[in-house]
């Protein structure tokens, strides 16, 4: 009886035992992962809160930069618009400034992509005149891409006359008028 009592000692032992390391491993599993929820926790909590900061932080250098720049940029945007209608002012009155060898009376102006077409000698005599392409710039201005395009047009001579006639070259069957509102040309002549 001794040696089976020894035994169901021995059973009831080894079971506690495991029990008691079970429990342990589930206990250690839990703390664990407690741990590590708390960990993300603080380090989400963390990150979020060096991005407010950094955040703030660039708001304020943004705000230092502009407020000690405010001046500087408004006194260039100043500048940029007078040299913008200085421009605008001189290409309509540079007919009539000294030194400027055309007749104003032969003068048209255009604006866009080029300032100014004389028809020199058309107020004089309409034998013979010269058709001159200008270009009106001040301060450091230079030409831009489409202006150098029509300054190399005609320099290549690639300059055309053309006639157009609208009661004569649309056709006027195709023409469809719904309600005053939108006109549709189908067809021009060449």
Not at 104 to 115: E, V
Not at 121 to 132: H, Q, R, W
Not at 160 to 178: E, G, H, L, T, Y
Request: aromatic fraction near 6%; include cysteine.
């Amino acid at each position: 009886m001794s040696d089976q009592l020894g035994l169901v000692f021995l059973v009831l032992f080894v079971f506690a035992a495991s029990a008691c390391i079970c429990l342990s491993i589930t206990m250690s599993r839990r703390v664990q992962a407690g741990v590590n929820r708390w960990r993300n926790e603080e380090r989400q909590a963390l990150e979020t809160q060096l991005r407010q900061l950094a955040n703030a932080d660039a708001h304020t250098q943004i705000a230092r930069w502009k407020q000690q720049h405010e001046q500087e940029i408004r006194l260039d945007a100043v500048q940029r618009s007078s040299a913008v209608t200085r421009g605008n002012v001189t290409e309509h009155i540079v007919p009539y400034l000294p030194g400027f060898d055309l007749n104003p009376k032969d003068i048209r102006f255009l604006g866009t992509p080029i300032d100014l077409i004389a028809f020199k000698g058309l107020n004089d005599s309409m034998e013979e005149i010269e058709i001159v392409f200008i270009e009106v710039k001040t301060g450091g201005s230079v030409l831009s891409a489409r202006e150098r395009a029509v300054k190399k047009a005609v320099e290549q001579k690639r300059v055309s006359w053309r006639v157009f006639n609208p009661d004569v070259d649309v056709d006027r069957q195709k023409i469809s008028d719904r309600g005053g509102k939108h006109v549709k040309i189908d067809s021009i002549s060449q």
